[in-house]
């Protein structure tokens, strides 16, 4: 969808029985139709993955650019992905590789289970 002169994407992210986090698919079709990832010029301005567990939820809402500098969408250099896993703040215990992946993600989440930060949600969105 497109609102104030920007583009978004959502997403609905999945709990996994087996994993800590919640587990999100992007991808689009290349010419033989088969599943690639998105590339930089394509990608629309934000990605919104929502996380609805029960009681609790949020969103996080990544710009393309942070997508492009944690290779999570195509570059000249890298290939991209077409999935991965998100941490939300009530996420604990989670192992090295994860908690790492949860801090920088933290940057562009807001949690929705109780008092919205509506200034939060403003400069994530803007």
Same mark, same amino acid.
């Given at each position: ?5 920007? +583009? ?7 709990? +996994?029985?087996? &994993? ?8 689009? &079709? ?38 492009? &500098? ?26 090295? +590789? ?14 929705? +289970? ?13």
């Amino acid at each position: 969808f497109q609102t104030n002169k920007q +583009t978004f994407r959502s997403r609905i992210a999945k709990k +996994t029985p087996n &994993k800590l986090g919640y587990f999100v698919v992007f991808w689009t &079709k290349d010419n033989a139709n088969k599943n690639r990832p998105f590339t930089f010029d394509e990608s629309c301005d934000k990605l919104i993955i929502a996380v609805i567990d029960e009681s609790q939820k949020g969103l996080f809402i990544f710009p393309k650019d942070v997508l492009a &500098k944690k290779n999570i969408i195509a570059n000249k250099d890298k290939k991209g992905k077409m999935a991965m896993r998100i941490y939300p703040s009530w996420e604990y215990n989670l192992n090295q +590789t994860a908690f790492k992946t949860q801090k920088w993600q933290l940057n562009y989440f807001i949690d929705l +289970t109780g008092n919205v930060d509506k200034v939060l949600l403003n400069n994530l969105l803007n």
